[in-house]
Each structure stands twice: as structure tokens, then as C-alpha cells.
């Protein structure tokens, strides 16, 4: 029985992602053209995300500033929300709602790009992220859950929205790991081009 239930876990997984390459080839495609825009022209990746979704923030983050699948010199990427110490003073500052928004006020440019992953993004400190990163006149990406939550409204015409279609969390936040890995390939290829084959 519990062999069948850990079955259907990787049956249900690899469902979505067979379901989510048709929906989201355009919008990572996008996402991948402003990523390689903003690095290219000099700005810097803001990556945040809360929970388990800051883990693929700094996954992600290390991928782009040391290397994907291929040697490639580092690109300008930094992985918001810090340890500890650091979040809980800059909540006492602010709030907690606060934490990334004011990270992003501090540290955002002009040109530079705010990668939020987000399961459901609906928590205020997301959406206050966003705002922050909007008056910095940032490009934003979104990965989020079905809904986008307040996210997708807040969005603007220039920001990406990467919406897995699932609303079951861990289906989101394991899908979510294949997209960011899209990602750095497509960067890969675009700055790199084509590898030869061994």
C-alpha cells in the first residue's frame, strides 16, 4: 500500500510536468529573454522567496553566479532574505511584510531583475517585494502556483508571470526546480550558444 502511494507521488508529479511543458514554454521562454536582457546590459538578479521557496532561491542564485551545466564566467545574482540575525532585524525594522521590500529598496537598481518564486504568493511580503521592486523600475518574474495569487494582479506589462497549473503546493515547488533550471539553460545557450556534442 505505501508502495503504491510513493508511486503515485512520482505518476501525479510527472503528470504536471507533462501538462505544465505546453503552458509554460512561452512564459519561461519570456522570462529566460529578460533574464539575459537585464545580466547583458548590466544589471544584477534579486532572488527571493520565503519558506521552502527561499531554498530554490539560493539553489538558483548559486547557479547563476558560479555555473549551470557548463564552466561560464559568474553572473550578478544575490539571493535575498539572509540568515536569521539578519531577517529578524531588518523585520524590527519594518515588519516582517517588510523584510524583502526593503532589501530591494536598499540594494535594487534601475535595470536590475527581481526572480520571485513563490508557491502561492499571497503572502504581503511578496506583493510588497514587487511594489518595491516596480518604484525601482525593475523587471519583475513571478513563479507561482495557479492562481498567482495577489502577485498576478500586481504585476506589470513588462514583468513575467510563470504560473504552474496546480494548486497542490509540493507539485508547485518541484515544478517550480525544473523552470529555474529551464532557465539557467536557456541563459546558458543564449550567452554561451549551442554545446558541442561530446
Known amino acids: 500500500m505505501l508502495e503504491q502511494r510513493i508511486q503515485q507521488q512520482f505518476f501525479e508529479s510527472a503528470d504536471?510536468?507533462?501538462?505544465?511543458?505546453?503552458?509554460?514554454?512561452?512564459?519561461?521562454?519570456?522570462?529566460?529573454a529578460a533574464l539575459v536582457a537585464g545580466l547583458t546590459a548590466g544589471g544584477r538578479?534579486?532572488?527571493?522567496?520565503?519558506?521552502?521557496?527561499?531554498?530554490?532561491?539560493?539553489?538558483?542564485?548559486?547557479?547563476?553566479?558560479?555555473?549551470?551545466?557548463?564552466?561560464?564566467?559568474?553572473?550578478?545574482?544575490?539571493?535575498?532574505g539572509g540568515d536569521g540575525a539578519a531577517l529578524s532585524a531588518l523585520a524590527a525594522a519594518g515588519g516582517f511584510d517588510q523584510v524583502l521590500a526593503r532589501q530591494v529598496e536598499t540594494l535594487g537598481q534601475p535595470g536590475d531583475l527581481l526572480l520571485l518564486?513563490?508557491?502561492?504568493?499571497?503572502?504581503?511580503?511578496?506583493?510588497?517585494?514587487?511594489?518595491?521592486?516596480?518604484?525601482?523600475?525593475?523587471?519583475?518574474?513571478?513563479?507561482t502556483g495557479r492562481s498567482?495569487?495577489?502577485?498576478?494582479?500586481?504585476?506589470?506589462?513588462?514583468d513575467v508571470l510563470v504560473a504552474v497549473p496546480h494548486d497542490r503546493r509540493v507539485r508547485v515547488l518541484e515544478t517550480h526546480l525544473l523552470v529555474l533550471h529551464c532557465l539557467c539553460d536557456a541563459i546558458d545557450l543564449q550567452l554561451l550558444g549551442e554545446q558541442d556534442p561530446a
Request: proline share 3%; net charge negative; hydrophobic share 55%.
Open 117 to 143: 518564486i513563490a508557491g502561492e504568493g499571497r503572502h504581503p511580503a511578496l506583493l510588497a517585494a514587487v511594489l518595491a521592486a516596480q518604484r525601482k523600475d525593475m523587471t519583475v518574474i513571478a513563479l
Open 45 to 80: 538578479v534579486l532572488v527571493a522567496g520565503l519558506g521552502a521557496s527561499a531554498c530554490l532561491a539560493q539553489l538558483v542564485t548559486a547557479e547563476l553566479i558560479g555555473s549551470f551545466e557548463r564552466e561560464r564566467p559568474g553572473l550578478a545574482a544575490m539571493a535575498l
Open 148 to 158: 498567482g495569487g495577489a502577485l498576478r494582479s500586481a504585476l506589470g506589462e513588462t
Open 16 to 32: 504536471l510536468k507533462y501538462q505544465a511543458a505546453e503552458v509554460l514554454g512561452r512564459p519561461i521562454e519570456e522570462a529566460a
